[in-house]
């Protein structure tokens, strides 16, 4: 027979277990993307790298990049190839400007202009859409590393994109922004983007966003 006290201890680990799975799945399923949300609209300024890798067919292409961004409207990209620049784009808010080291070329626009420079995705393309009419579901937690991250599925019901299109989001709940953003048409990987060194509200200046065309470079005003 087995004693009372054995099967109180099963009892109540089973009970624990119930209750901690049950309201760990509760509160990540409604908090994550609203705990994600809220932290985008405490940001002022925020910094970081971005390794992004396209798929294409059996072939990949990465680039590195590291992002300023100040709110309300300057930024600037550097993207790097085999630790190499390629390519550094920004905006003070009034010029924006696109700059090629190995052509040697530089692009200035003016923001009023009707012509936009190359689009500058961030990590938000991929945050702000869960908040209009997407199904979030989560998936658990999971360790990038040594780092423990709720996991998100976002699939989107915009007419824009296509059917089977979904999206994965590893949050780092201490910061509550993503570390690695994994998009998929079906079962087919389109391209991963992973995150480090955030710095956020540390007080970017102005002057990171200026840019003067160097000597020498051919300058095409839009």
């Known amino acids: 027979m087995v004693p009372k ?82 390519l550094t784009i920004g905006s003070d808010g009034t010029l924006t400007w696109e700059y090629d080291p190995i052509k040697n070329k530089t692009w200035l626009m003016n923001n009023t202009s009707q012509n936009p420079l190359q689009f500058i995705p961030t990590y938000s393309e991929f945050i702000d859409p869960i908040s209009d009419n997407c199904t979030i579901n989560y998936k658990g937690s999971e360790y990038l590393g040594k780092v423990k991250t709720y996991k998100l599925e976002v699939i989107s019901s915009k007419l824009s994109e296509s059917k089977g299109w979904h999206r994965f989001l590893w949050i780092d709940p201490k910061i509550w922004m993503p570390l690695k953003i994994q998009s998929y048409n079906g079962d087919k990987l389109l391209m991963t983007l992973e995150y480090e060194n955030y710095s956020i509200n540390s007080g970017i200046k102005d002057t990171e966003f200026k840019f003067k065309p160097l000597e020498g470079t051919e300058v095409v005003n839009i």
């Not at 054995?6 to 399923?29: D, H, T």
């Not at 680039?63 to 390629?86: G, H």
């Open 5 to 86: 006290k054995s099967l109180f201890l099963v009892f109540a680990i089973i009970v624990f277990a119930i209750f901690y799975y049950g309201f760990e799945e509760r509160v990540n399923s409604e908090s994550v993307s609203k705990n994600l949300i809220n932290k985008q609209q405490e940001i002022s300024d925020i910094s970081y790298d971005e390794k992004l890798t396209m798929f294409i067919g059996n072939e990949s292409i990465t680039t590195e990049s590291s992002f300023l961004i100040k709110k309300p409207n300057m930024y600037k990209r550097v993207d790097r190839v085999n630790s190499s620049t390629c």
